[in-house]
């Protein structure tokens, strides 16, 4: 229907990190060759942050700003991403040469990663010539999306697990390879202990864990002799008893205990199916009644924050906790209404009055109040005014270069997530929804250019 | 919880894509070391299926094949990786010596792309000594479920706008780069139209298309100077009318369409905001009235494949949607009960008898009987079983190599969906859940084995 439609054919070795600069929609390069063509190069800001909350979230914990910088610092267009954007047969010569010559120039503000935030507040402003702006929508929103809604989740697991060990173990169902390592690095923000990923731990130095799957224990003559295979190569592994029947498994953990006799280090036993609750406190009595009151018990299977508190609720003797699938997609909240919204071009603030879908205009602040140690609620306000409580944005992009700012590790942010969800009101940590929210205000002064915008716009 | 956790610091620039073969669970390394130094190398075949469909999906379109395959050719250790493997400290020389010469010798056999498949049904089966097939798992699972994932909820967008061209938006708020490439991919060969995410037009030679933005409209003094700039650029695009006012936007087209007389040439307007029923109605009434009955309406926000088909059974006069989230990530199904189990070591069946988790053992093919062209019911087989129906599983790689039906391009997999689809129970492709669901039985033969083997097992 849109009619800029082309077709090229595909080149035979598609190395797909290649040109993260193509990793855009088509109508971020239509609007940039108009914008240059007619010579608009003024400043513009855009504020990336998600409308509303879903319904099981009480907060959202900011992530994904480091690779969103990475891409901003590198943002190159290769002599084969011009020569397929001239192949479409809608960009100018012109454009093109302009395009070779690209670098992101401009100004970031953010909210530091493993910062908690809420609806409308900006997680991202970009501030730069309009088309460098402009180009970034697409992986800006896709990163900070992708990134915010794992950590956000996995917070959640967390706080279920009260303490006891959460590891990874989604790579293979979460949405591709690239959801797979960011989401082990946004997990480790929020507070996972390892994940299962060996590629997540090359990339970003995590903790990298497992135990031993079915097809080990079936593909020996039996459990038993598995079990011996396995511990006598890693003796302090973590057993998987439910191959073939759960009990039993167990009780071939304390034959094997007692056939090792001090040379038996095995750390626990893991549960992968049927009652968990039940089966963890037979496997408890089992293993306490053989002496064996050291080895835990590792629970995994369809896991989540309410399967996990349910289960910690009624006193399953669980100590360490496998979880994929569902913390690995979001699966209560599989996407997050997450928007790039232009709010400043040359000076003047913008909007769009589409139902439903309101912009604060111009470079925005979040001012977090405390009162004894708690956040007590937040104001959205003009990056000029000087309100009470924390800035949350910092300038961690200047002219196209990080600040300092803008260099945190890895652990700065698991450690700030850490600090600041224990900052957060109690209720808003648990896993009800609470009512009321947390409090979200707008300036005045916000608001009154708000409707400044408005008026002007309606004309 | 689990032992074998170890830490090493991130590389300063990771290449995401350096290593797929790193891109693996760490258990997967363990046991192949195990099965290695026990001198365990006979063959296994593991079989990739979904143990059951989600609610609203009545089948699956299997895709994700192509990559499988060419992860499986390409499959090496480079000296990097096996560095970072030793730094674990759980890996001997020997076995780091052994994954240095690792080749992927194996056989598949698979169901190929844009297949109807159901529950239990082998979508992949790897054939390998078992430590090869044993690696593969945690690449070919992410693969194969996330397209086969995104396929089949494309195809029910698809089936539900009749015709109409359905356009991929969803690059900025699917799971990461990966996910978003191959979604435009899967989407491709489920039918829809073309793709705004130019990185996958550039990859795999699809049709890119895309509309304008509000930030464009925003940014220029008026909405009529921004359709005018727009056009003048882009003759044939689609105008974008619901930044301030959805009906005004509309009546600023036709007023752009009588000032360029026979140089109008835009295609459509597009709606992407409040109820697209009722606007589209009046969009179309001002249209016709202005003599534009030939300019179409193109509607995005929030679109899935009921609310596509809410608006065309009230008649809404829509000629293309963008679709963007909620297909991009399978919003009401975004994971399948996908696994990949052992069924075969050493000649002998394996299965395991974990609660709720049956498997089929051994080598399998699926019979697919018609009758009037329509597919009429499935049967689950042994591999080595003639029954009436034709043999969905193809083998698409011999010793590590592609045999023909493993070349398959993208075109062929999209015909092959189309057909597929066409000949599947009408009610099937319809967005209700069917009851009874489409037949799929297991042969006397694969049951009487399974029985075999269970007995084996539990000894």
């Given amino acids: 229907m849109p009619p800029e439609a082309a077709i090229r054919p595909a080149p035979s070795a598609p190395n797909l990190a290649c040109d993260p600069a193509l990793f855009t929609d088509l109508y971020e390069l239509t609007m940039m060759q108009a914008y240059v063509e007619a ?44 020569e397929y954007l001239a192949s479409l047969g809608q960009f100018s010569a012109r454009f093109l040469a302009w395009l070779r010559d690209f670098r992101f120039t401009g100004d970031v503000y953010a909210v530091p990663e493993g910062t908690p935030v809420f609806a409308n507040e900006p997680i991202v402003e970009i501030t730069a010539p309009i088309a460098e702006a402009q180009l970034a929508e697409t992986f800006v929103a896709n990163q900070i999306h992708l990134q915010t809604m794992l950590a956000s989740k996995a917070a959640r697991v967390v706080a279920a697990a009260r303490g006891r060990p959460v590891v990874d173990f989604g790579a293979r169902r979460m949405h591709g390879t690239d959801a797979a390592l960011k989401a082990a690095r946004a997990f480790h923000i929020a507070g996972v202990a390892a994940t299962s990923n060996v590629l997540a731990g090359r990339i970003y130095g995590l903790p990298v864990t497992g135990t031993m799957a079915h097809s080990f224990i079936q593909s020996h003559e039996s459990e038993a002799e598995a079990f011996r295979a396995f511990v006598g190569i890693y003796p302090e592994t973590v057993l998987l008893v439910d191959t073939y029947d759960t009990l039993r498994g167990v009780r071939r953990v304390c034959a094997l205990a007692r056939e090792l006799g001090d040379g038996f280090r095995v750390r626990a036993v893991r549960l992968d199916s049927g009652d968990l609750a039940a089966l963890s406190r037979e496997a408890r009595a089992i293993l306490d009644e053989a002496g064996l009151g050291h080895v835990g018990i590792f629970a995994s299977s369809s896991l989540d924050e309410d399967a996990i508190d349910a289960l910690l609720r009624a006193e399953a003797p669980i100590t360490g906790f496998g979880v994929g699938t569902k913390m690995g997609v979001s699966e209560d909240a599989p996407s997050l209404d997450i928007v790039y919204k232009l709010c400043t071009y040359a000076g003047l603030g913008r909007v769009k009055l589409s139902t439903g879908k309101p912009v604060l205009p111009g470079r925005k602040q979040v001012f977090r109040s405390e009162d004894g140690g708690r956040a007590a609620g937040d104001v959205i306000a003009r990056a000029d005014e000087s309100l009470k409580g924390r800035p949350l944005l910092q300038l961690v992009m200047r002219g196209g270069q990080r600040t300092d700012a803008g260099r945190d590790t890895l652990d700065d942010a698991r450690a700030r997530a850490a600090d600041e969800l224990a900052k957060l009101p109690g209720a808003l940590r648990g896993l009800a929804p609470t009512d009321p929210p947390y409090p979200v205000e707008v300036s005045a002064r916000l608001r009154a250019d708000q409707e400044d915008v408005i008026r002007r716009v309606r004309g």
């Fill in 39 to 82: 010579g608009m190069a003024e400043t513009a800001t855009f504020s990336l942050f998600v409308r509303r909350l879903p319904k099981r979230r009480n907060y959202l914990l900011a992530c994904g700003l480091d690779d969103v910088l990475s891409y901003l610092e590198s943002l190159r267009f290769s002599e084969d991403s011009l």
